[in-house]
Structure formats: structure tokens, C-alpha cells
């Protein structure tokens, strides 16, 4: 694994186009590390000048005179390949290329970053870049960076790191953060990714003892693997990773055959790997600072009596809210439905002691009413026992209280008495007042010093607590399964497949799947020749007496995706004489449709009747490799859209994860005496086709089993269709 301890903690930095005009890339990284108190080497590189804003200029790298590990390089890019180089020459190990003009201008700009990362290997210097911000180490004042890196606000030291894919958009969040009070260690705008790529920085903040907390904003990754190991290493160290993934909204540009492909838009793929690896996925700048803000707290706030780790995470998703005013309490329930929180019942001797200590018209059930006007000094004690009470419950697993608007020395009194109780628990706190610190200090301060983290509103309390319990769920899960992407089963050996590019017949495609040990119909192959049009059978039939009466047809060709489609589906033929009819229609209707399509026989397949109708699926992403689908499946699988995703290959912890977020997941459970659906049977073959899709991951673009019917509890599955499409 690469180490970038030198590329954080360098002696000496060299600024390679340096100038003394702060308008300029080198000039405002110059300026930024004359002041900041960095305390390693400074060299203006430009052989124009002999001095530069007070230091001594070199004429080149080379001829720099003091230890150097680090080249920030602000040129043209026609010139950073030479300049690499010579940093090689130097023992310079690594380099911030700040400037464009690369790939993203065409076939030139290609070529002229080909030649820089051919200079890079051949010297043994990795770089961050080009066309990004820069670097800074906020602890030791590295600013390798032009830019909002280098401009106040100045960043405070703390526990976060940061890795943004959009150096100016991901400082304006980096700056929300830090003005709510958040420190900072790293940061890095990871820029065009030409060589140090987002998943080895977070492998490296996840092996930084300094480093508690992540933060990476991604457009996208080239190799999705790489980013589940870093995030499943994070996750094992306990260290929470906040990723905002953009670009939601656009399918990736997919010229699908199956059902599953088209339903599987590129944010999916992202959006399954960040939940199985426990990623706390975020969706707004507010939402980043308020979780940083809730691992931050206390930080550099002084010294509390036995103060709390920030470090606490709830042992699962019921809260307790205490409020003076029920409006925000009612805006607290709506937002904590939709983080999957719980507002936990509270056990009899809980209601009864917090009826002993609460006034008379309070609300002592959950949400907590305190009612207007409290607290008051004369209820201190009363309440901290209060607080106690709920803490020491322990169907409670997180608390949060809404202040409302008080202020001055009732709020300080609340949140003293808060503090006073939080620290005898290790449960997670979170406290939540619209009052800024200007007006009521006092109580900021007592909150911050407990390390209780304070919120402005009820639902982005909510919010902050849900991504809380989904990182400590998913912490547990680690804990319970092991290795995030790793095979349940061992499968025998399958079948030889054809070469190339090309979609199999659900005759071949379904033969690959019994192989993997999932239940398929028991069909029939019939050859089309002239004994079948006339009513006969041939090849692999022994006459009338080998079909399953009565039978679904299908047309067998390994050209047409979706029979249907052109009528190549009938249903319901219940004798010789009407197979006989219908195939001559079938095979008539597809010459039409299709007169190219290379046909491969018929298919009977006896009749499955009831059960539930899923769609089993695999696509094959560029990113991440095979991704497994599961969804409500038959011919309205693209037109319900309840699908989940999952990066294979997976166990069944995951498979039945995948059954209960299904929108429909209650059709499962029986209804209206219906009796459950075989889950054990649909978790079963999830895995089979997670592990089938990983050990032909270099082959199957994509596969459809739709529709998979899941019978009732016991009854098993049978998959009643399937295709699957090969890749060179």
C-alpha cells in the first residue's frame, strides 16, 4: 500500500512557477506558506527572478539547496512533464499539478498527460492532480494549494479529513463545516486523478492515527472495488466515512438487452456500495456539516469531568425526545420516520419516575413535553434526574433535546443540567436550539465542553441521528458477516460457454442456472423442422407424452431478447394439436418481426401458477463489477420500479437485507390469509447468483430472471424465464 506520509508531513516544498503576484496559481501558494507558520523548507522555483516575496528563487529544481519532498507545479502543462522529471532527479516523491490543459481538451491534452505520468513512473513521483485546488495539512500548515485553500477563513486543526473530487465546491462545504466549529487535518481536491486517487486517500486517512473522521465528495471513481476496500477498512477502524455522491439523476449509458440493465441507473450501483460498506451517504452541504459537527464536538472545548468520547454510537434506532414546545417535536417524528428512527416506547417505571419529576401538565410519555417556561432553577435537580431517567432506559438509545428558543440563563441551566447528566452513559446526545452562541454563550459553551453536539433544527437533529444509528448498524453487521463482498457458497462446475459477444436462449440460459443449483421449470426443447409444423417432435421429445401439458411456448433464439415483444410468448396450450397451431403462428410472426433473427427451436414450459413474481438480475458494471438486482419482476418490472442492488458477490445476511427494503416487502409476509412467501428460498438463490455473476465476471454482461417465482413458505422458487448476454 502506498504511504503518503511525505506528501503530508514534507520538509521542504518547492512552489515550480512561482511569482510574486498573488493573482497567480505559484504566487498565492507562495504567499499562503510565507504566512501560515509551515516550518519546513520554502523555494520559489522561477528563473526570472532571484527573489520572490522575500525568499530566495531558484533557477530550477535541481538546483534547489535544502531537503524537499514536495513540488507544488503551477506551469502549463506542456511543461509539467519536464518538470516531473527533474523532481525525480531531486528525490522530490510527490507533486501538486495545479493547472489544465490535459485530457479534458482533447486528443493533445491526452497525450501531453501520457507523457507526465510516463515522467512520473519512470521518476517514483506520485501527483495529486492536475487541474485541482492543491493539498493542505491543517496541523502543520502545508498548503500546497492555491485558491479557497489559501484565503480565509483559516481552517482549525481537528479529527476530519477530506478528499473532494470538485476542489472549489467541496471547500465551500469544507467552510461550512469549519465555521459550525468543525476542525479540519487534510484536505485534498483529488482533481483529474491521473495517478493518487480518491480510494488510496481514504485508505491512507483510514490508516492516519490522527484522522477520526472522512469526508469525500465523489463524482466518480474508476475502480469501484478499490473504493470498497478503503471504505470497508474504514468501517472495521471505526471510522466513520460521509460521501456525497453526485450525479443521481442520469441513467448510465447503457445499450441494454435485459430488463435488469435497463432499470439500473449508475447512481444505484454507487448507492448499493455505500450501503453495504457502511458509508454514511449524505445528500446536502447541511447534512455533511451536521454529522461532521456530531463527531466533532467537544474538540478543543476544555475539560469536562469525565466527559464523553465523541466516539459513541448507539446500540440501535429508538430515541427519546425531550421538548418544551410539541411543535418540534412533531417536526422531530416526521424527520426520524424518514431516517428509520424509532421513538422508543417507554417502559412503565420510565413513565412513572419521569411523572414523579416533571411539573404537572407535562407530557411524560415520548416525546417528553416539558411544557413552556422550563426549565426553571428551582426544577434543576428534577430535571437532570429527568435526563438520567431516559438515559439509564434501555430501550433508549439515542436522546435529543429541543431547546426551542430559549436563551440567556434558562437555556445555559438546561444545558448545564443536560451536560451533568449526559456524562455517567455512553449514549449519543444531541442537543438542538435555533439561539446562535452570540446570545446565549453560556449554554453553548457547557454543551460544547460535554461534547454534546448542538443542531439548529428538530429534522436536521433527525436526520444526523439516523446517519448515526446507520453506521453503527452497519459496524455491526461487519462484525456479525466479516468481509463485505465475499462468497457463501461454493458452486459445482459449470457448463463451457460460447465465445464472443452474444445473448443465450432461455433454453441455454436456464441450463447455466440449474447448473448453479437454482431451481428452474422442467421444459422441453422442440427443433423446428418439418415434423413439428406438421404436428410431430423431434430431437429432444419422445412425442406428445414428453410435454407438460398444458404449457407456456416460447421461440428459442439467442437474437431476440424479449420474445414477447414480437409475440413469441403464448400461454395456456393445453394439447398436441394446439401446440401444433400455435408454434407454426409463433415461428410465422418472428420470420416477420425479425427475418434476420437466427431461430433455435421452441420452448414448452409447464405453467407455474401463483406465488409472488420477482425479477432476479445481474449487470456487469464498468465500475464495480457484478451488481445483483432484486425487484417485483414479470412484464412490470421497468414500470414498478422497486428494485435494490447489491455488489457482488455477497452472503445471506445481505441477500435477506435485500428482501425487507424492497418498497413491496410486505407482499412476502402474507396477506389476507395468504400464506409468507419463501424467503429462505429467494435469499438462497440471491446468493447463488451474486457468487454465479462473480465466477463469470470476466463473460456475463447481463442476466434477467424474470420472472423468479417465489411459491409459499417452504414451496421453494422456479425461475420461469431467463437470459442471460455474454461478453467477449
Not at 523555494?43 to 534547489?64: F, H, L, M, Q, W
Not at 417524528?333 to 428509520?340: L, V
Not at 465476471?697 to 417465482?709: C, F, K, Q, S, T
Amino acid at each position: 500500500m502506498a504511504t503518503f506520509d511525505r506528501l503530508f508531513n514534507p520538509d521542504g516544498i518547492a512552489i515550480v512557477g512561482a511569482s510574486g503576484d498573488v493573482t497567480r496559481f505559484g504566487g498565492q501558494t507562495v504567499r499562503a506558506l510565507n504566512t501560515s507558520g509551515y516550518a519546513g523548507g520554502i523555494y520559489p522555483v522561477n528563473p526570472k527572478y532571484p527573489e520572490i516575496d522575500g525568499r530566495k528563487a531558484y533557477a530550477s529544481v535541481t538546483a534547489i539547496d535544502g531537503p524537499c519532498d514536495l513540488a507544488v507545479i503551477a506551469l502549463p502543462a506542456a511543461q509539467v512533464a519536464g518538470v516531473v522529471a527533474e523532481c525525480g532527479r531531486k528525490g522530490i516523491g510527490h507533486a501538486v499539478v495545479l493547472g489544465g490543459g490535459f485530457r479534458e481538451i482533447g486528443h493533445e491534452g491526452e497525450r501531453l498527460e501520457q507523457d507526465m505520468l510516463a515522467a512520473a513512473r519512470a521518476a517514483g513521483v506520485r501527483l495529486i492532480g492536475p487541474n485541482c485546488i492543491g493539498m493542505v495539512n491543517v496541523h502543520a500548515q502545508v498548503i500546497a494549494a492555491f485558491g479557497s485553500l489559501t484565503r480565509p477563513p483559516k481552517l482549525q486543526p481537528g479529527a476530519v479529513s477530506v478528499a473532494v473530487q470538485s476542489g472549489g465546491f467541496g471547500m465551500s462545504v469544507v467552510i461550512q463545516a469549519a465555521m459550525a466549529g468543525v476542525g479540519v487535518r487534510y484536505v485534498v481536491a483529488t482533481g483529474s486523478e491521473s495517478d493518487i486517487t480518491m480510494p488510496e486517500l481514504l485508505e491512507h486517512y483510514v490508516d492516519d492515527p490522527g484522522t477520526k473522521v472522512i469526508f469525500a465528495y465523489i463524482e466518480g471513481v474508476a475502480s469501484g472495488r478499490a473504493l470498497i476496500a478503503a471504505l470497508e477498512r474504514a468501517l472495521a477502524a471505526g471510522k466513520p466515512v460521509v460521501v456525497w455522491k453526485s450525479g443521481k439523476t442520469g441513467q448510465g449509458a447503457r445499450a441494454a438487452a435485459s430488463h435488469t440493465a435497463n432499470l439500473t441507473s449508475t447512481y444505484a450501483v454507487y448507492r448499493a456500495a455505500l450501503r453495504q460498506c457502511g458509508a454514511v451517504e449524505v445528500f446536502n452541504a447541511e447534512q455533511v456539516v451536521d454529522f461532521l459537527v456530531s463527531q466533532s464536538a467537544g474538540e478543543g472545548a476544555g475539560s469536562w469531568p469525565a466527559a464523553p468520547s465523541q466516539a459513541r454510537v448507539p446500540e440501535g434506532r429508538q430515541v427519546a425526545v425531550v421538548t418544551n414546545t410539541g411543535g418540534s417535536a412533531v417536526v422531530f417524528a416526521d424527520a426520524a420516520d424518514q431516517a428509520r428512527l424509532v421513538i422508543a416506547p417507554l417502559g412503565n417505571a420510565t413513565t412513572t419516575r419521569l411523572r414523579e419529576l416533571m411539573p404537572p401538565l407535562a407530557a411524560v410519555n415520548n416525546p417528553v413535553d416539558t411544557t413552556a417556561g422550563y426549565p426553571r432553577p428551582e426544577h434543576e435537580a428534577s430535571f437532570r434526574a429527568a435526563f438520567e431517567t431516559l438515559l439509564g432506559d434501555p430501550d433508549v438509545h439515542q436522546l435529543c433535546v429541543l431547546f426551542g428558543t430559549i436563551m440567556g440563563p434558562s437555556f445555559a441551566l438546561g444545558a448545564r443540567v443536560l451536560a451533568e447528566a449526559t456524562v455517567k452513559f455512553d449514549k449519543p446526545v444531541f442537543a438542538v436550539s435555533a439561539v446562535p452562541a452570540s446570545i446565549s454563550s453560556e449554554g453553548h459553551a457547557f454543551l460544547s465542553a460535554a461534547g454534546i453536539p448542538l443542531l439548529t433544527s428538530p429534522n436536521r437533529a433527525a436526520h444526523t441521528m439516523g446517519h448515526l444509528a446507520d453506521f453503527a448498524q452497519a459496524r455491526q453487521r461487519q462484525t456479525e458477516r466479516g468481509a463485505i463482498c465475499a462468497n457463501d457458497v461454493a458452486l459445482p462446475a459449470l457448463p463451457a460457454l460460447p465465445a464472443g459477444a452474444l445473448s443465450l436462449d432461455e433454453f441455454e440460459s436456464k441450463a447455466l442456472l440449474k447448473a448453479a443449483g437454482i431451481p428452474v421449470t422442467a421444459d422441453v426443447r422442440i427443433a423446428l423442422d418439418v415434423a413439428l409444423l406438421s404436428g410431430g417432435y423431434a430431437n429432444d421429445t419422445e412425442g406428445a407424452d414428453a410435454i407438460p401439458f398444458p404449457v407456456a411456448l416460447k421461440l428459442l433464439s439467442r437474437d431476440i431478447a424479449h420474445k414477447s415483444d414480437i409475440g413469441g410468448v403464448q400461454l395456456g396450450i393445453r394439447d398436441a394439436a394446439a401446440l401444433a397451431d400455435a408454434a407454426a403462428a409463433m415461428v410465422a410472426r418472428a420470420r416477420a418481426h425479425a427475418p434476420d433473427a437466427r431461430l433455435g427451436g421452441l420452448l414448452a414450459c409447464p405453467m407455474v401458477e401463483g406465488g409472488i413474481e420477482a425479477i432476479v438480475g445481474v449487470v456487469n458494471d464498468e465500475t464495480f463489477g457484478p451488481v445483483v438486482a432484486l425487484g417485483l419482476g414479470g412484464i412490470f418490472a421497468e414500470t414498478l420500479q422497486d428494485v435494490v442492488y447489491r455488489i457482488a458477490p455477497f452472503g445471506l445476511d445481505e441477500a435477506r437485507s435485500m428482501i425487507a427494503e424492497l418498497r413491496a416487502a410486505g407482499l412476502f409476509d402474507g396477506q389476507r390469509g395468504r400464506r409468507p412467501a419463501d424467503r429462505a428460498a429467494l435469499a438462497d438463490v440471491l446468493v447463488k447468483v451474486s457468487a454465479l455473476s462473480w465466477a463469470l465476471r470476466d463473460r456475463i454482461a447481463e442476466l434477467d430472471i424474470n420472472p423468479l417465482i417465489v411459491r409459499s413458505e417452504g414451496g421453494g422458487v422456479v425461475a420461469a424465464d431467463a437470459l442471460l448476454v455474454l461478453r467477449a
